[in-house]
């Protein structure tokens, strides 16, 4: 089964640090983008970040850059976030999911992981 | 706010046909980029719904389709049923600000 799982949320304090992860089973991660998304329960979604196939490039949202670093390990078919100096407003589910370039949409996505900073 | 911009609700009764605006600008939709559409359920993980302005991944009923023109995109429901019942979300590529966009999502209700 084509499937991306997400790990590693939690319950952080303000200024603290999370390491999330994303596990891809079922498909070669390094065919793909992967991207990270949040959503603040009961509200949008919001695009966090993305990594190309190779992890050549790299973008952060306003909201995170200089904070979050997406990375990669393409033999161990995983994604990571790196969160550091955590605000209130980064308490959101954290999702992660492939795209295969601009022109194709988010196809697969993982279930979520919950960060709550407090 | 967003910069894709949707109207955060409508509504529709079962069998009746809604469409779903995304308003962008020059450097999003209207550039050229890709136009994708998600739904997502109650307390689920969003899911494709359209790819590339209007192809529909495996398993989506033709019941839903997509267009564009301009620096604007929507999503067509018709024959609403309950299980359409959900938030939709549009998504593209903006060259300006270097970032990928969500629009802000629009919930959709079968009256």
């Known amino acids: 089964e084509v499937q991306l799982v997400e790990s590693g949320g939690g319950l952080v304090q303000p200024g603290g640090s999370l390491r999330l992860s994303c596990a891809a089973s079922?498909?070669?991660?390094?065919?793909?983008?992967i991207h990270w998304v949040r959503q603040v329960p009961g509200k949008g979604l919001v695009w966090v970040s993305r990594?190309?196939?190779?992890?050549?490039?790299?973008i952060y949202a306003d909201s995170v850059k200089g904070r979050f670093t997406i990375s990669r390990e393409n033999s161990k078919n995983t994604v990571f976030l790196q969160m550091n100096s955590l605000t209130g407003e980064d308490t959101a589910v954290y999702y992660c999911?492939?795209?295969?370039?601009?022109?194709?949409?988010?196809?697969?996505w993982g279930q979520g992981t919950t960060v709550i900073v407090s | 706010q967003s910069v894709l911009t949707q109207p955060p609700s409508v509504s529709g009764a079962p069998g009746q046909r809604v469409t779903i605006s995304c308003a962008g600008s020059?450097?999003?939709?209207?550039?050229?980029?890709?136009v994708h559409w998600y739904q997502q359920l109650p307390g689920t993980a969003p899911k494709l719904l359209m790819s590339?302005?209007?192809n529909r991944p495996s398993g989506v009923p033709d019941r839903f389709s997509g267009s564009r023109s301009g620096t604007s995109a929507s999503l067509a429901i018709t024959g609403l049923q309950a299980e359409d019942e959900a938030d939709y979300y549009c998504?593209?590529?903006?060259?300006?600000?270097?970032?990928?966009?969500f629009g802000g999502g629009t919930k959709l209700t079968v009256l």
């Open positions: 590339g302005n209007n």
């Open positions: 990594i190309k196939s190779d992890g050549s490039d790299t």
């Open positions: 999911a492939r795209k295969a370039g601009h022109d194709y949409g988010m196809d697969v």
């Open positions: 020059s450097s999003n939709i209207g550039a050229g980029y890709a």
């Open positions: 998504q593209s590529y903006d060259s300006r600000l270097s970032v990928l966009l």
């Open positions: 079922g498909f070669t991660l390094n065919n793909y983008w």
